[in-house]
């Protein structure tokens, strides 16, 4: 009786198929590994750090400014990108407007972490 389930499990018995070479195996392993280090980094510089440094002037405390900056919003104006960097703007993108049209926001800071995160995830 033993004898007939031992014949139907060799019937049963998967074998492993690899449709990718050890190249590709090293490659999405480092991969993630890496992005969860990135991850990993940005989540402690994000939640246990300083996030990010605004310019501020001392009218304001640091700790408030940089808060504030951090959960609102930061913009570029298009038109900047294309003027003189040092003689018509600071930097690219960086300009006195008053049109609240021409504004393009940037919504980013919170979320890096969590989509690096997501990423790795999918690639697991």
């Known amino acids: 009786m033993l004898e007939i389930f031992r014949e139907l499990r060799g019937l049963l018995r998967v074998s492993h198929v690899h449709i990718d070479s050890w190249v590709f ?5 480092v991969t993630t590994t890496c992005m969860f280090a ?8 994000q939640y246990v750090g300083n996030p990010i440094d605004c ?5 304001i405390p640091e700790e408030v400014l940089n808060t504030y900056c951090w959960i609102h ?10 003027k003189r960097i040092g003689f018509d703007v600071a ?3 960086v300009d006195k407007t008053l049109d609240p049209e ?3 926001y940037h919504k980013y800071y919170q979320w ?6 997501f990423q790795v995830r999918t690639h697991v």
């Open 102 to 104: 021409e504004r393009r």
């Open 55 to 59: 310019i501020h002037s001392k009218d």
């Open 73 to 82: 919003s930061t913009y570029t104006i298009p038109s900047a990108f294309w």
């Open 25 to 29: 195996r090293l490659h999405y392993s």
């Open 38 to 45: 990135f991850s990993l980094i940005v989540s402690a510089k």
């Open 91 to 93: 930097h690219p993108g």
């Open 112 to 117: 890096v972490c969590f989509c690096l995160f």
